[in-house]
């Protein structure tokens, strides 16, 4: 396995040259031999500890995570803002000081608020590793999304990546675009003007208002979950009217002159941006995504862990 990332933190996929997020592949590529073995676990966290921390619901990054740390023979601990003392107004820096007096050398932290992770760098020695900080980025999400088109399709470089839907309210979009440019790949947003933000066009990404013509230019569609508990106020009429001009079916597929992959961050509201017989066909990789998840998360732990103070 290499080892030679120099990098204490994961807070975003902004900070991270092509080579290191390279160099995250090709370790998770290994991780995912090793799991697919008869006997997954491997000891090189072994005597680290390591808390996940989430101040925000989580299916699949939580658990993935816990997995990831198990696989690698770490100490794992787990803390839920809801039923902790957070509730009774302790603050984050305390909260995650009084884990580290626990001896932990690690912190996972998924927050509502943007720069959590990265204030928390700023004031606490051990290794923090976002797990999506409100509407910035999830950079772990992106490794992983990386790594199943890579899978996929074999290489990511001259790729046509389109990302549908709520861009605006969504930390998936911004780490995809980060982590698909880097390593070569044409961008392309698409939503309703509404959930563009303003000035998405500066980050080098194609802008598409149309979701039959982003379908057909594309190779690649991340359809992204409408964030409805993040919206204050309506960004269009009525979940009818958006899955009539955005969701994405199987006819839609089917008209078009090539064959496209299909990708979801999961959690999918079916039959609103993905009906089900996408979600469900061949063309979608949604589940090799949250398998991919796993070995992903091993290999930042494992290349972050070389840098444990
Ligand atoms: N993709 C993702 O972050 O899913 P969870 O919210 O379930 O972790």
Known sequence: MPNSIIMKHLLGIKELSPAKIGE????????????NRPIKKVPSLRDVTIANVFFENSTRTRLSFELAEKRLSADVINFSASGSSVKKGETLLD?????????????????SSVGAPHFL?????????????????????????AFSVREKLGEIEGKKIVIVG????????????????????????????????????ELGVKVELDIHKALQ?????????????????????????????????KAMLDSL??????????????????SSDVADSEHAIILDQVENGVAV??????????QVS
């Open 166 to 201: 709520d861009i605006l309210h969504s930390r998936v979009a911004l780490s995809n675009i980060f982590a698909f440019q880097k390593l070569g790949a044409e961008v392309m947003v698409c939503g309703p003007i509404t959930l563009l933000p303003k000035h998405i066009r």
């Open 121 to 145: 760098a700023k004031h606490i020695s051990a290794n923090i590793i976002n797990a999506g900080d409100g509407t910035h980025e999830h950079p772990t999400q992106a490794l992983l999304d």
């Open 217 to 249: 230019w594309c190779d690649v569609a991340n359809v992204l979950r409408i964030q409805l508990e993040r919206q204050q106020i309506k960004y269009f009429p009525s979940l009818r009217e958006y899955t009539l001009y955005y969701g994405i079916n």
């Open 95 to 111: 909260t995650v000081n009084n884990i580290l007096a626990m001896k932990v050398d690690m912190i996972v932290m998924r927050h």
């Open 24 to 35: 995250i592949l090709d370790t998770a590529a290994n991780f995912k031999e090793v799991i």
């Open 257 to 274: 002159d090539k064959e496209i992959v299909v990708m979801h961050p999961g959690p999918i509201n079916r039959g609103i941006e993905l």
């Open 297 to 306: 998360r091993m290999a930042v732990l494992y290349l972050l862990a070389g």
